[in-house]
């Protein structure tokens, strides 16, 4: 799994790992992405940046994908199967409240 047409593509791992493509030619490079990592980080976090599979992001226990029009979004389904729970996971709902206010407050 490398990325979406415009956005990147995230899983969060059983033991809470943020998995994510590293950065190359191969991948859209996404100012979303990198701040999501950064709070991640703030968080203490877990982040791997390495290729993933599609088995992993079966067994994922989250999904999201960043991209600056979309921002961070839950991806709950695969090929009509459910990613973990079939819900938004924490650490998606985390980041992506951290990433909405770090947006309103920096807002002209």
Same mark, same amino acid.
Request: glycine fraction near 18%.
């Given at each position: 799994v490398t990325e979406?047409?415009?956005n990147n593509a995230h899983i969060v791992t059983s033991d809470g790992t943020i998995v994510t493509r590293d950065l190359s030619s191969d991948i859209l490079h996404g100012i979303t992405r990198a701040v999501v990592l950064q709070c991640a980080s703030e968080l203490h976090l877990r982040v791997e940046e390495r290729p993933f599979t599609v088995v992993? !992001?079966?067994l994922a226990t989250e999904a999201f994908s !960043?991209?600056?029009s979309g921002l961070v979004n839950p991806v709950v389904r695969m090929d009509g199967a459910p990613i973990g729970?079939?819900?938004?996971?924490?650490?998606t709902r985390r980041l992506r409240q951290i990433y909405l206010d770090r947006s309103r407050a920096s807002a002209i």
């Open positions: 979406g047409s415009s992993e !992001t079966r !960043t991209s600056s729970n079939g819900l938004p996971g924490v650490v």
